[in-house]
């Protein structure tokens, strides 16, 4: 890019010798502007900027030095070079002042001339490209920069993960770590934030679990509570929990540090319930001096997390809140699931339901605390009811949800509540499907259907079910439609449909292995059966479960 150049002088033969004589070309610059007062060479300047003033040193209105005063204040990456006679070489000590490039003597020689601007471009395009070089410097480290602060909160994240984890590394590299995270603390603890919706009894659970998208919400809300408190978050995910380390960088008294975590978890509570409509529970570590102790603050805060399945009345959980498990009960539990087995065939679904505070105090009293107990007896009374329904039906698949299923949705209870509403609905489930079968159908078509919905997946006609009550095809057919609605073919299809969806919930089942288990040999007659009764075809319909 060429440079521009301004040239003023109050004597007109100078001013056209020097712009018509210098080979402006091959020094790459071009004449934008010329004047031969200074007054109207001020008003060029100020109108063209130029890269470089060409001046006598004495004209009327506006001297050089003044012109180069103003160039220098105005333009200050700009050169100045002033035309001065000997007598005028006081002018040239404040020129230098002025930070004038160079002087030149008259009479002004071309090739001196033309020396000088060279060099003056020479020194604009080092100081543009050294320029250029420190502002793409800058830029780098601007980038860099924001790349570090941006990746800041996930490299906490990763190091507050790896403590946890119980990967502590050496002090020194400890330290350095720590500072070049900009972590500073004189107190920790570990808080543990846990989903405590509630599931959808039977008829399916939704996953339980904190999404990534609702863990940065939750997080970027816990960080503004504990900001306004003085104390740093920094969040980690484990085993589906959002895990929250908190940082004091102010030593504080036991009392000050635990009104400060419940201000904070009431607070947060509330926040999440009123954005994101979910019920959280949070247990609190003891809290400890160290980072390498942070591993051992996420085990006690977890262990009380635990305690959370049997306490159900609170949402914040402190160490101290902890109770000694209760004796009593073991020696009684075989026997009441044993009366529960006897009561599913003996009473109305209320009663039941009734006797379930009973249950659940009891299997509550037997685990002592340990879930894992809890859950399988939970397990056994859900399975108690299934082998009922089957014993009362014969259908193994009468359900909505399979037994693998159901036993899944047990694992992901949160709380004794939870583990009530559940059983309570399970067990309503199972008596409603059962004294409904009585209600609508007569004996034979009863009989009929129990027949064909255990065995569906062999291959069954009319004929042989006929016969095998002792009924004629025709009359079995008019009798089944009359009462159920549909033909047996479709009975077969409903059964064998139904079996295929809860199937094909099974990741670990192809969908042709599925057609089979069902009845249909031929993939491409299940596949056809399959979209004409659910719309869609089997494989997108497993492609679905996987996504729900």
């Known amino acids: 890019m060429k440079k521009s150049v301004v040239v003023i002088d109050d004597k007109p033969l100078i001013l056209r010798s020097i712009v018509q004589t210098v080979d402006w070309n091959s020094l790459g610059c071009t004449v934008v502007g010329q004047a031969e007062d200074g007054i109207e060479g001020k008003r060029i300047i100020h109108d063209k900027q130029p890269d470089i003033l060409i001046t006598d040193i004495k004209m009327p209105g506006m001297s050089g ?19 001065t006679g000997y007598q005028d070489f006081e002018y040239a000590k404040r020129a230098v002042k002025l930070g004038v490039y160079d002087i030149i003597v008259k009479p ?45 909160p996930s490299l906490r994240s990763q190091f507050v993960s790896e403590l946890i984890g119980g990967s502590v590394p050496h002090d020194d590299k400890l330290a350095e770590t720590t500072a070049s995270l900009g972590l500073a603390w004189n107190r920790c603890t570990v808080l543990i934030v846990r989903s405590k919706r509630p599931l959808a009894a039977v008829q399916g659970a939704d996953s339980l679990s904190i999404s990534p998208m609702l863990h940065g919400a939750m997080t970027e809300m816990a960080q503004l509570a504990a900001a306004r408190r003085e104390f740093e978050i920094i969040d980690s995910y484990r085993h589906d929990d959002l895990v929250l380390a908190c940082l004091f960088p102010k030593p504080l008294t036991p009392r000050e540090l635990k009104m400060k975590l419940q201000s904070f978890c009431h607070d947060f509570i509330e926040l999440v319930r009123q954005r994101h409509g979910l019920t959280i529970c949070i247990a609190v570590s003891p809290v400890y001096r160290q980072l390498q102790d942070l591993r051992q603050a996420y085990e006690g805060a977890s262990a009380l997390m635990d305690t959370s399945f049997f306490h159900t009345e609170g949402q914040v959980l402190f160490p101290e809140m902890v109770e000694p498990s209760g004796e009593g009960g073991k020696f009684s539990i075989i026997r009441d699931l044993e009366q529960f087995n006897r009561m599913l065939e003996q009473v109305s679904s ?57 036993l899944e949705d047990i694992y992901r209870l949160r709380d004794m509540r939870e583990a009530s509403d559940y059983l309570a609905a399970f067990i309503k489930t199972v008596k409603t499907k059962l004294s409904g079968d009585d209600k609508e159908y007569s004996l034979v078509v009863k009989e009929s259907v129990d027949y064909i919905n255990g ?10 079910v006929a016969e095998h009550f002792g009924l004629s095809p025709s009359y079995l057919s008019r009798l089944l439609r009359a009462e159920t609605g549909i033909n047996f073919v479709d009975l077969v299809a409903k059964a064998r449909i139904e079996a295929a969806k809860r199937l094909l919930r099974d990741p670990r089942l192809k969908v042709n292995e599925v057609g089979e288990m069902v009845g249909y040999k031929e993939y491409a007659y299940f596949y056809q059966v399959f979209k004409k009764t659910e719309g869609i075809s089997p494989k997108e319909f497993k492609n679905r479960s996987k996504e729900s």
């Not at 879930?371 to 039906?393: E, H, M, P, Q």
């Open 65 to 83: 030095l003044d012109l180069a005063e103003y160039m220098h204040l105005a333009f200050p990456q700009s050169k100045t070079i002033l035309i």
């Open 108 to 152: 002004v020689r071309n090739d001196e001339l033309q020396r000088i601007i060279g060099l003056a471009v020479h020194e604009l395009d080092s100081a543009r490209q050294e320029l250029s070089q420190r502002a793409e410097r800058d830029e780098a480290f601007n980038q860099l920069e924001e790349r570090h602060q941006n990746s800041l």
């Open 350 to 406: 209320d009663e039941m339901i009734g006797h379930l505070e009973q249950i659940i105090a009891h299997i509550r009293a037997y685990s002592e605390g340990n879930i894992r107990v809890a859950k399988g007896l939970i397990s056994d009374v859900c399975l108690a009811a299934a082998r009922y329904y089957y014993r009362a039906t014969g259908d193994e698949f009468g359900f909505d949800r399979s037994i693998n299923e159901v």
């Open 455 to 464: 065995r569906f997946a062999e291959n069954i006609s009319l004929t042989a």
